[in-house]
């Protein structure tokens, strides 16, 4: 892509540059935002330090470059920006449009590393105008980055410290090599950021491989911002600077040869090389059966579960059946109008969805969904499942959706947290949504996250290889947004996790990897003389496709709580045909629970004059073995969503499926659950049906 780079003259605007450059992108312009008459602006935004020495990265890398002087201030300082007139932000805005009439660019290369802060804003931006934000320091660890940096020979110097430990009379022009050691020093003694993201330095970068001049200081001065004798803040004054040509103008390689850190990640995490795409032989498998319609699917009629007391609902059986028009877009129009009307009916609007679970009958259908999809979610979408499954025939897509608000006004002083992860730049991170979602959502201690996929964050490309190095990549890449949401957040904290599959096969190395990954989280916190962490179980199902062609999607919704202090019970009970497996996982502050209740079929296979008796049975001790389980918790659980997956060609399943929401009705009474009937194509072991359920207080 033709890419803008957004200049500070600092370290990361310049590395970045560096990263767009090895991954291909073609740096066509530089673009700066400048204070007005004076060094240094008081900018949430901008690091305008050291803007004397802007004007000569023009002559260093023979590129055009567009400068505006910053006229607005901080006035949206929110989490999430809105476009506001005033707001420094529309400098930006300006500027960038300007570039992008000028020289036709299709991306802007920025040097975030951990301020939301900043991504957000750029973001918002490059979506108005099109542009695609390349921002691949984006969480990289510090250390590491600092030492990648300096490796790469960019030459840089501090020209401003406001920390603990840095002294502008001593630490002021020093370069980055030298001060490494010691800003490490720093972070252990402390908790500096080594790469300064506190604000507790900024450097202006003299010479890097993209240069073809370099930069020289001829003329300096130091300011004493404040002589604060734990803190003191300085910085310099450049009154004079050349560029002098260097040994060698061409560039060869930004970076050296194989340090992609999302190539590196994955060379690590992939034990063997499975570098086969197997997406199209499971695509050919899949078609190669015919019509995968479910035959005996239910009736959809909307299913709406009682609202909790900490304000969640649950609405599902949503879908386009009812449309005139043929076609994925006229149901997904249908399906939205549906979904209108039943959140008008009970008093909720669009931005109250916190999750939504979409199935479709075709993933072809994917693009052509989304651009209906898309006008119905403005900032910050919900978090989003979207998977094939064998819908019955002329049912196009299903929806089931999670909602939110508080039910008690705040009071005085109190404070509520709802948050989205909504990142859109390219980054080594994880990867940028595909589509109107956010990565996850946050409603106080719950996170629900979207499904991911093995896509290599920085190219947006799934991974070619098997389906145990997807399902590594994929796993990584929900560990990765559960740490972006909330700091210390991990597997382990995970109360529910589904795992989408293509092949029955692959269920056991699916497994396997999520082991073994669940044990490396647990190993990362000091486990000796403490209580087993209780994770909630692992459910992987076959369904026919998934986005992309992968062949692993992961979706979980985790708890910031004690896994250590969760409480669990498991119980087994024979019934006709076979067996019911009931698990239940309830946090530690009693908030929330997950339920597996799993039925699977014993060896003899039932007679078709038997199976409506036996029906019957397994429904009882499906809804019995569920309110047991509500029993046990001692806790006013609301249970929200019964998430139904059963297999779509086995008739004693189609059977259950047909009874089981009024069995739960009768049962459980206003308690009842939302109950989304799901069909696959397998199930663990020899499951035929199973339950998974979401309560809540």
């Not at 476009?83 to 040097?111: P, R």
């Not at 129009?333 to 009970?346: C, H, I, K, P, S």
């Not at 498991?570 to 698990?583: E, H, K, L, W």
Request: charged share 20%.
């Amino acid at each position: 892509m033709k890419v803008v780079a957004l200049i500070s003259g600092g370290k990361d605007s310049c590395f970045n540059m560096m990263q767009c450059v090895a991954a291909g992108h073609n740096i066509v312009a530089l673009a700066n935002l400048r204070p007005a008459n004076t060094d240094e602006l008081d900018s949430y935004m901008y690091q305008t330090v050291g803007h004397q020495a802007i004007d000569l990265y023009a002559e260093a890398m023979d590129l055009p470059l567009y400068r505006r002087t910053i006229q607005g201030s901080s006035l949206d300082t929110t989490r999430d920006y809105s476009q506001t007139e005033g707001d420094e932000v529309e400098d930006l805005y300006h500027l960038l449009n300007q570039v992008k009439e000028a020289e036709g660019v299709e991306a802007v290369s920025v040097g975030a590393i951990l301020s939301d802060y900043q991504r957000v804003r750029v973001e918002n931006v490059c979506v108005r105008l099109g542009l695609q934000p390349l921002a691949y320091l984006w969480r990289r660890d510090q250390e590491a980055l600092l030492s990648e940096m300096i490796s790469c020979d960019l030459h840089a110097l501090l020209i401003k410290v406001a920390a603990a430990g840095l002294d502008p009379e001593k630490h002021l022009g020093k370069s980055l090599s030298f001060m490494e050691p010691y800003l490490k020093q720093l972070s252990e003694k402390y908790g500096v950021h080594v790469c300064g993201e506190g604000g507790e330095y900024e450097t202006l970068t003299l010479d890097c491989p993209l240069f073809k001049k370099k930069l020289v200081v001829d003329a300096v001065e130091t300011v004493i911002h404040s002589a604060d004798a734990f803190a003191p803040v300085g910085y310099l004054r450049f009154t004079q600077l050349h560029t002098e040509d260097k040994d060698s103008a061409v560039v060869v390689r930004a970076v050296p040869h194989g340090s992609c850190p999302c190539q590196s990640a994955i060379d690590r995490m992939t034990e063997e090389a499975e570098y086969a795409d197997q997406a199209q032989d499971n695509q050919r498998e899949f078609t190669s059966r015919g019509d995968l319609s479910c035959q005996w699917g239910p009736e959809l009629p909307v299913s709406c579960s009682p609202r909790s007391t900490r304000g969640y609902q649950w609405i599902s059986g949503i879908h386009g059946f009812q449309s005139i028009e043929p076609g994925i877009q006229a149901q997904t129009t249908a399906a939205f109008t549906l979904l209108q009307g039943e959140l008008d009916r009970r008093g909720w609007e669009l931005k109250n969805i916190v999750l939504v679970h979409l199935y479709v009958r075709s993933m072809a259908d994917f693009a052509a969904l989304n651009t209906v999809y898309k006008t119905h979610f403005g900032l910050n979408p919900p978090a989003r499942v979207c998977v094939q499954a064998p819908l019955p025939a002329g049912r196009l897509l299903q929806v089931d959706c999670l909602l939110h608000d508080w039910a008690q006004p705040l009071e005085e002083g109190c404070y509520r947290q709802r948050e989205a992860l909504h990142v859109q730049s390219l980054s080594h991170w994880a990867p940028a949504n595909i589509g109107p979602y956010s990565q996850a959502l946050r409603v106080e201690e719950s996170v629900f996250c979207a499904g991911q996929i093995a896509l290599v964050p920085c190219t947006m490309q799934l991974l070619k290889a098997g389906t145990r190095s997807q399902a590594s990549l994929s796993f990584s890449h929900v560990e990765k947004v559960l740490e972006a949401v909330s700091s210390g957040l991990t597997l382990a904290h995970v109360l529910q996790a589904h795992c989408y599959a293509t092949q029955h096969r692959d269920i056991p190395t699916i497994r396997a990897v999520w082991d073994n990954t669940l044990r490396a989280a647990r190993e990362k916190e000091d486990s000796f003389g403490k209580p087993e962490i209780h994770s909630g179980p692992l459910l992987v199902t076959v369904v026919p496709a998934l986005p992309r062609g992968a062949t692993v999607e992961l979706h979980v919704t985790a708890i910031r709580d004690d896994p250590r202090e969760r409480t669990s019970h498991r119980i087994t009970t024979n019934v006709a045909f076979g067996s019911i497996d009931c698990q239940m996982v309830v946090s530690s502050d009693g908030q929330c629970a997950s339920l597996s209740l799993s039925f699977s079929l014993s060896l003899s296979r039932p007679s078709s004059a038997s199976e409506v008796s036996g029906v019957e049975e397994v429904l009882q001790a499906l809804t019995a073995a569920l309110q047991r389980a509500m029993e046990k918790t001692g806790a006013e659980l609301t249970p929200l969503c019964a998430r139904v997956f059963y297999k779509y060609d086995t008739p004693l399943a189609a059977q259950a499926v047909q009874g089981l929401e009024d069995c739960l009705k009768t049962t459980l009474g206003h308690s009842s659950p939302s109950v989304a009937f799901v069909p696959v194509l397998s199930l663990p072991d020899s499951q035929i049906l199973h339950l998974s359920c979401w309560l809540s207080l």
